[in-house]
């Protein structure tokens, strides 16, 4: 009678050999092995909190900022650009920037660039980025800030979607 190969593993290759190979193949599962269960669960869960706000900005060498509120319902409607980016941020290391871009009267004194990103129903997120645009009328009432981005040079905007939508 024919005796089948319950095991499925290659010809010439022992149960343990292709179980091996198997799992080394996910850096996940071997971190896992070195650091255990708990420790895993929290790098990976810092390293997915690491600037992912639903709405969020960054600019210069500042990590992403919370945006609280502001416009961007008007920017991520895919119309025209409006003329100003008005948002309320939570404060931070880059409050000082803000404050001092917003009292300059250098026109030289500008962000660069100004990266935009909010999330978009279940699945899409919208990046936008802003080339020189002056920081205007900063204030702030302790844990929040709001100011404007006005006279920028050029809008882009990026969508990207996972999926299909539910």
Known sequence: MFQRDRHRSAPGQS??????ARRSASPVL????????????RLIARERNKG???????????????????????????????????????????SKELKRLSESKDRKDRIDSLELQTIIGENSWLKITIKNGHVRDYSDDGKTESWKLVDFDNVAREKTSIGKAR
């Open 30 to 41: 071997a971190l896992q092995r070195a650091i255990g269960n708990r420790g895993t669960t």
């Open 52 to 94: 992912t706000l639903p709405n969020g900005v960054k600019f210069g060498k500042f990590p992403v900022i919370e945006v609280k509120e502001g416009n961007l319902a008007d920017w991520s409607s895919g119309k025209s650009a409006p003329d100003e980016l008005t948002v309320a941020t939570t404060k931070g290391k880059h």
């Open 15 to 20: 149960r343990s050999q292709s179980a091996l």
